[in-house]
């Protein structure tokens, strides 16, 4: 065939008749062949690129949800409770408000022993 191509029959016999000379029937079925061997890969590999694509988002769906989670689970270890922060001011507030009168007593005291003397 590489030496002489015109020796390729493209022809084929029809009804038990041999085709005409013009009878292309041949090449078209052989093209047909091509085409559809084309097709079907490029159908699967269009399916593969697909199917990985799929897996790669239920994937990264999978690893933003798991990020998520383990975010929040920081956050509630780590987290601040408002109620208790809010409990320990107001704590921290009066024992400000004691201390300070304890000073101002102190001073008073103070005060008089300076003016005693």
């Known amino acids: 065939l590489l030496a002489d191509p015109a020796s390729f029959a493209i022809a084929r016999p029809t009804g038990g008749a041999a085709g005409g000379a013009n ?17 079907r890969a490029v159908a699967e590999s269009v399916a593969q690129i697909g ?18 989670d383990l975010s929040a689970r920081a956050a509630a ?7 208790e922060e809010l409990s320990n001011l107001i704590l921290y507030q009066r024992a400000y408000g004691a201390n300070a009168r304890v000073i101002a007593a102190i001073d008073e005291l103070w005060q008089s022993l300076l003016q005693i003397i």
């Open 51 to 68: 199917s990985a694509a799929r897996d790669a988002d239920l994937k990264a769906e999978t690893n933003k949800a798991l990020a998520d």
């Open 77 to 83: 270890s780590a987290g601040v409770n408002l109620d």
């Open 23 to 39: 009878d292309g029937s041949g090449a078209i079925s052989l093209a047909n062949i091509a085409t559809t061997a084309a097709a």
